[in-house]
């Protein structure tokens, strides 16, 4: 399947995954790459030291293209930033701010710079700083989130740029795919499929809850804060959210969440975590290695394309 997006990253497939903090590991990140499409290491808020490891270890695993996702929050950001050039990463995906002081050091490296954006205004700026393709993520998406839907979001950005767009949020198999074909998209990102994939390191609970959720158990705190965030719901949710309609404060809020990403994917607590997950978590059911995953989506969409055809002949 050849799309600007195959082409550009040297890929097989057009499918990112996710650069999920606590949940992209190296062993993921390769495992994706070594089943055609690009794997990505979440550096989240990890020192430049343990992102440098990771990125090691992944290429002991694989020589096809990986990338690394850095959130620019991240007090490392500029060593890791750095640390991609010095250890030869070729693409980038960057979330939580703008990467324009990263830029001219990163195309001098030739690295493939592909922001995460969510209005078609940050996307046009991105694109004049020199951005080589760009994720347009619905509100779909788990984690932190924008406002405007995959539906809405994908066309407008796909008219807005002239550099190819990636279409995530919502999107968790070929039907998803191929939708996002038709939006304008030269590829997706998926992060909720790929929790359930038998190369991600999470605990087991973590998966377990994912493959239970329905279609309405997401829930998004903290859009009174300005940082909402999408996750599934359990009894941290629900006082989160009491709280907030109480009027409760940033900081007693933020109390609440500390440390709560790391609680769900490493202790396995899925009922005071962070079990953060989109919308399409309710048609994520089964574990498969990656390699099935892909082959799987690929299939399902050139069929869905094939037979929608039918309709325009």
Partial sequence: MKTRITELLGIEYPIIQGGMAWVADYHLAAAVSEAGGLGLIGAGGAPADHVIEQIKKCKELTNKPFGVNIMLLNPDADAIARAVVDMGVKVVTTGAGSPEKYMSMWKEAGVKVIP??????????????????????????????????????????????????????????????????????????????????????????????????????????????????????????????????????????EHLTLGGLRKAVVEGDVKNGSVMAGQIAGLVNKQQSCTQMIQEIIEEAKQVMRERSVLFE
Avoid: W
Wanted: overall charge neutral; charged content about 20%.
């Fill in 116 to 253: 995460v954006v969510a209005s078609v205004a940050l996307a046009k700026r991105m694109e004049r700083c020199g951005a080589d393709a760009i994720v347009a993520e619905g509100t779909e998406s788990g984690g932190h989130i924008g406002e405007l839907t995959t539906m809405v979001l994908v066309p407008q950005v796909a008219d807005a740029v002239k550099i190819p767009v990636v279409a995530a949020g919502g999107i968790g198999d070929g039907r998803g795919m191929a939708a996002a074909f038709m939006l304008g998209a030269a590829g997706v990102q998926m992060g909720t499929r790929f929790l359930l994939a038998t190369e991600t390191n999470i605990h087991q609970n973590y998966k377990d809850r994912v493959a239970k959720a329905s279609d309405i158990d997401t829930q998004v705190t903290g859009r009174t804060t300005g940082h909402p965030v999408r996750i599934l719901r359990n009894a941290m949710s629900r006082e989160y959210l009491k709280l907030e309609k109480e009027g409760a404060g940033f900081e007693e809020l």
